[in-house]
């Protein structure tokens, strides 16, 4: 099980950034994935979560109507796309694969990560 990350960039506040995880030695049917960040100085903190079975999505409530996350089978790729950007949304970004038949997305759930890709906000 492999994870990749990537997609994190410098944009101004109000910008858009896509990032990418692709997965490895496993299908978006095997595991549930996660977006997980980590602000300087901070704990992690749940981003956003997507269950492949039975196709079920969650977005933290602070970025509920900013961010997307969304796969692609085709590519074994699930993508996090965020919009209107805020620079405390600057921090590591952290994709994740846990088990299907758990439905929390918290650190805690997930078992195997993938390195992550550092977003930063700031004009």
């Known amino acids: 099980v492999q994870l990749q990350a990537s997609g994190g960039g410098l944009v101004q506040p109000g910008g858009s950034l896509r990032l990418s995880c692709t997965a490895s030695?496993?299908?978006?049917?095997?595991?549930?994935i996660g977006w997980f960040r980590q602000a300087p100085g901070k704990g992690r903190e749940a981003v956003s979560c997507f269950w492949g079975i039975p196709g079920t999505t969650y977005v933290a409530d602070s970025m509920k109507g900013r961010f997307t996350i969304s796969p692609d089978n085709t590519k074994n790729t699930v993508y996090l796309q965020m919009n209107s950007l805020k620079p405390e949304d600057t921090a590591v970004y952290y994709c994740?694969?846990?088990?299907?038949?758990?439905?929390?997305?918290?650190?805690?759930?997930?078992?195997?990560w993938g390195q992550g890709t550092q977003v930063t906000v700031s004009s």
């Open positions: 030695g496993f299908t978006l049917d095997d595991y549930a």
């Open positions: 994740a694969a846990g088990s299907l038949s758990q439905y929390r997305c918290i650190e805690v759930a997930y078992d195997f």
